[in-house]
């Protein structure tokens, strides 16, 4: 089986320069086959860390180096190259996040109801309980449900049918503050900005570094 790439695309193990045309790759044969495998994933893994890439500048590099010929950079200046890139698109993107956490979270501070924090942590009472309010050393048992700004959930013990229960002092710290603010049977929305959250390292595949989460929480019950 034959089939027509772009040869742009594909770095060429055997030094073949970098032009538009079509390359044809016959995957009946065992070195052309693992050799556009390997083109395909070495790709995959760079354009989840790098989305402009000079494509024609990286086949030259490429070549040279598989090639043994010689490099117009050097191996520490190759490494200290890339890394600068991944400083600075790092630092932007988290710029960038904080910046829209914080807008979001200004606009949401005007909203009726919603009462803000020494530590700028929000919170909206929904309804509120009667029961004893927890101290940051107890456990406690919940239910919740998060998102973040745009309203993806991340995580719900209401979505799965089963509260959780945890200790309190064991957890973000927007929810350590906040929800000894609630009594047993109390349930409030928190608005938590990212320094009370996962700050910088987000979690998971959906909370990005730098995100602001959203959670309406039930106070179930204080104790094991």
């Known amino acids: 089986m034959k089939t027509m790439i772009s040869r742009l695309a594909v770095t060429s193990a ?3 320069a970098a032009t538009p045309a079509a390359a044809e790759i016959d995957l009946e044969n065992a070195e052309q086959k693992v050799s556009y495998s390997l083109g395909t994933l070495v790709a995959g893994q760079l354009a989840n860390d790098f989305d402009n890439l000079n494509l024609e500048a990286f086949v030259e590099g490429f070549n040279a180096s598989y090639l043994g010929q010689k490099t117009l950079v050097n191996q520490q200046e190759a490494v200290s190259a890339v890394q600068s890139y991944q400083q600075k698109a790092a630092s932007a993107k988290f710029e960038g996040a904080l910046n829209d956490s914080e807008a979001y979270l200004a606009e949401n501070a005007q909203n009726e109801g ?4 020494k530590t700028g942590l929000q919170y909206q009472i929904l309804s509120e309980g009667d029961g004893a309010m927890p101290a940051a050393t107890d456990t406690v048992t919940v239910h919740y449900h998060g998102t973040t700004m745009d309203g993806q959930v991340f995580d719900s013990s209401v979505d799965r049918g089963e509260p959780a229960q945890f200790p ?3 957890v ?3 929810w350590t503050e ?3 603010l609630m009594r047993v049977g109390s349930k409030f929305k928190f608005f938590i900005h990212p320094d009370l959250a996962y700050g910088t390292q987000g979690a ?4 990005g570094p730098n995100d602001a989460l959203i959670f309406e929480v039930e106070l179930i019950k204080i104790g094991q």
């Not at 919603?114 to 924090?117: G, L, M």
């Not at 998971?204 to 909370?207: N, P, S, T």
Request: charged fraction near 0%; hydrophobic fraction near 50%; aromatic fraction near 0%.
């Open 14 to 16: 055997i030094g073949l």
């Open 114 to 117: 919603v009462q803000v924090t």
């Open 168 to 170: 309190l002092n064991g």
């Open 172 to 174: 973000i710290a927007g």
């Open 178 to 180: 906040g929800v000894q």
């Open 204 to 207: 998971g595949q959906m909370i």
